[in-house]
Nanobody, 120 residues
Framework: QVQLVESGGGLVQAGGSLRLSCAASGRIYRINTMGWYRQATGKQRELVAIITSGGSTNVADSVKGRFTISRDTAKNTVYLQMNSLKPEDTAVYYC??????????????WGQGTQVTVSS
């Protein structure tokens, strides 16, 4: 019903910046929340940032002040601006959306992931 496609990952040096994008497509009635998660090798997946339908945002303490989540509602796209990157930010970053495909049916959808590698 819904597809999420991430882009923007890559290899950067510590202190550098990347901007991740996630475009949702398909049968979308309402996007309730969209967020970014990450999973480093050998570690559990963790929430990085989330934005609600009303525009409220929450960012994990570990990236607060460095990462910013935003959206373009007309394009069904969410962004993650990552500044002052650190080696510990290295992970696969996944886009998540809690989305209604119609007034009654809601589900969680995940992108394929995009690799972010920060070298020291």
């Amino acid at each position: 019903q819904v597809q999420l496609v991430e882009s923007g990952g890559g290899l950067v040096q510590a202190g550098g910046s990347l901007r991740l994008s996630c475009a949702a497509s398909g049968r979308i009635y309402r996007i309730n929340t969209m967020g970014w998660y990450r999973q480093a090798t050998g570690k559990q997946r963790e929430l990085v940032a989330i934005i609600t339908s009303g525009g409220s945002t929450n960012v994990a303490d570990s990236v607060k002040g460095r990462f910013t989540i935003s959206r373009d509602t007309a394009k069904n796209t969410v962004y993650l601006q990552m500044n002052s990157l650190k080696p510990e930010d290295t992970a696969v970053y996944y886009c998540n959306g809690n989305i209604n495909v119609n007034v009654l049916i809601r589900g969680d959808y995940w992108g394929q992931g995009t690799q972010v590698t920060v070298s020291s």
